[in-house]
């Protein structure tokens, strides 16, 4: 068996290479911790390791693991569907939100967010495999709802998060993760100062990296299979 640090590490390491195969510099890709449906101990376990940003998909489950983690520094990131009624406690409890596809949600989000904290950082997310059971934007809505979110107060657009059909084809993975990339390079052509793309699980980072990923999404890899 091995440990969370273990397995951060090998992780760590896998970035890393696939940086270094995609000529690109390591420190540009950063990995979030995809903690959902595992305990509080395992998160403390993997800050332990170094550790800081984790994302979480279920908002009563992330508050109760935040609630049992305040001593610790740690980035939380909301990377689930997001319903209206929740949006303020999302504001309220999170720093990044990566999964924001309607502009009712963004506006929510932007009044709710405290004053005496920082911008929410933001994500747009697009559909680019037009799965229906996926949430998400269409390239030429997620243009359009960029620049509505970049005028809201109490928000910071960052950039885009997709989660594309799965497939073990490495040059179909290429393929989603450029369309996703297109869209982001068209807008910063459109003026928007934008730095972020959320992209890449587990299965196929190292086509997401090649395609400029800044952030990759791991889960099962640092804390073992999900309890049911």
Same mark, same amino acid.
């Given at each position: 068996?091995?440990?969370?640090?273990?397995?951060?590490? #090998?992780?760590? =390491? &896998?970035?890393?290479?696939? /940086?270094?195969? %995609? !000529?690109?510099?390591?420190?540009?890709?950063?990995? +979030?911790?995809?903690?959902? #449906?595992?305990? =509080? &101990?395992?998160?403390?376990? /993997?800050?332990? %390791? !170094?550790?800081?940003?984790?994302?979480?998909?279920? +908002?009563?489950?992330?508050?109760?693991?935040? =609630?049992?983690?305040?001593?610790? /520094?740690?980035?939380?990131?909301?990377?689930?569907?997001?319903?209206?009624?929740?949006?303020?406690?999302?504001?309220?409890?999170?720093?990044?939100?990566?999964?924001?596809?309607?502009?009712?949600?963004?506006?929510?989000?932007?009044?709710?967010?405290?004053?005496?904290?920082?911008?929410?950082?933001?994500?747009?997310?697009?559909?680019?495999?037009?799965?229906?059971?996926?949430?998400?934007?269409?390239?030429?809505?997620?243009?359009?709802?960029?620049?509505?979110?970049?005028?809201?107060?109490?928000?910071?657009?960052?950039?885009?998060?997709?989660?594309?059909?799965?497939?073990?084809?490495?040059?179909?993975?290429?393929?989603?993760?450029?369309?996703?990339?297109?869209?982001?390079?068209?807008?910063?052509?459109?003026?928007?100062?934008?730095?972020?793309?959320?992209?890449?699980?587990?299965?196929?980072?190292?086509?997401?990296?090649?395609?400029?990923?800044?952030?990759?999404?791991?889960?099962?890899?640092?804390?073992?299979?999900?309890?049911?």
């Amino acid at each position: 068996m091995t440990s969370i640090s273990e397995r951060l590490q #090998a992780a760590r =390491a &896998s970035i890393q290479q696939a /940086a270094a195969n %995609a !000529g690109r510099p390591p420190q540009e890709v950063h990995l +979030l911790a995809v903690s959902k #449906a595992h305990p =509080a &101990s395992a998160l403390r376990e /993997a800050y332990a %390791a !170094g550790q800081r940003m984790f994302g979480e998909n279920y +908002l009563q489950e992330a508050l109760g693991k935040q =609630a049992e983690l305040t001593d610790l /520094a740690i980035e939380w990131h909301f990377i689930g569907p997001i319903q209206s009624n929740k949006t303020q406690a999302i504001a309220q409890h999170f720093d990044w939100v990566h999964s924001v596809d309607r502009l009712k949600i963004a506006e929510r989000l932007s009044a709710a967010r405290p004053a005496s904290k920082a911008p929410l950082q933001i994500c747009l997310q697009v559909n680019v495999s037009n799965e229906e059971t996926k949430s998400g934007l269409t390239p030429d809505a997620a243009l359009t709802l960029a620049h509505e979110v970049q005028s809201l107060p109490a928000l910071k657009l960052r950039g885009l998060m997709a989660i594309p059909a799965p497939t073990s084809d490495p040059q179909l993975q290429l393929a989603q993760f450029h369309q996703v990339r297109s869209i982001f390079q068209q807008l910063q052509q459109q003026g928007l100062t934008l730095d972020t793309l959320s992209i890449g699980m587990s299965e196929d980072f190292p086509a997401a990296i090649a395609e400029g990923a800044t952030i990759v999404r791991i889960g099962s890899a640092i804390f073992g299979p999900r309890n049911p």
